[in-house]
């Protein structure tokens, strides 16, 4: 799907301001460093916060039922377990998902872009480098984690190994992630050394 026109149009609506882009493969760390910036004042956009608004919205919400069985819960909530599920087990039902959310997750980000009090804005992408999104940023970060360690997170919020192999299988891998990026950081060492490398970008960033 060609999503030029919505990245365009963010670009449109951030006139001076200073795009980031963060991402990382699934596991990596992405939302905790997005969280640790946020904490430092700087204003941040979560794709993934996003995507779980999204899939409430109505028309979103019916366009997958249609499309996929068995996915809502007796109370008639989507249940996003199963839906994944589906979706990672089956390229063609990834892509399908993909191309519907997409677009509604680049409009959402507009206004919260225009709402932004400060000039830079960080946004966390998972798809950052896939979707062809990096290319409007003025900047990307990559988070890097081994593949080990993005096991052992994976693992602690319960998925199977079926499932992390299948969303880590879906994405660039972290060695191309990084190559398309700017900055690294490397969430593989002690919190400490996380702190300080996120001290340093906070820092970085402030003089832009």
């Known amino acids: 799907m060609n ?4 990245f365009k149009e963010i670009r449109k609506a951030a006139k001076d301001k ?10 990596a760390g992405k939302t905790s460093i997005l ?8 204003y941040t956009i979560s794709c993934d916060e996003i995507t779980n608004k999204v899939l409430t919205n109505k028309k979103c919400y019916s366009k997958i039922l249609i499309e996929f069985d ?8 989507l249940n996003k377990k199963k839906l994944a599920k589906i979706v990672f087990g089956s390229k063609p039902k990834r892509e399908y998902l993909e191309s519907l959310l997409h ?4 409009k959402d980000i507009i206004p919260l872009i225009k709402q932004s009090p400060k000039r830079i804005v960080v946004i966390e992408a998972p798809l950052l480098f896939e979707s062809g999104f990096y290319k409007y940023m003025d ?4 988070v890097y984690s081994s593949l080990k360690n993005q ?19 879906s994405q660039f891998s972290t060695d191309i992630k990084c190559k398309m990026s700017d900055i690294i950081i490397d969430n593989d060492k002690s919190i ?8 340093l970008l906070y820092n970085s960033l402030s003089k832009i």
């Open 103 to 106: 677009p509604f997750i680049l």
């Open 35 to 42: 969280n640790i910036l946020k904490e430092k004042g700087v």
């Open 151 to 169: 096991i052992i997170r994976l693992r602690n919020r319960g998925w199977t190994k079926n499932e992390i192999l299948s969303r880590i299988k």
């Open 139 to 142: 900047l990307n970060i990559c």
């Open 18 to 27: 200073v795009l980031i882009g963060l991402s990382g493969q699934v596991g």
């Open 3 to 6: 999503l030029e026109k919505y």
């Open 70 to 77: 068995n996915v809502v819960d007796s109370d008639g909530r």
């Open 192 to 199: 400490s050394c996380l702190e300080e490398q996120i001290s």
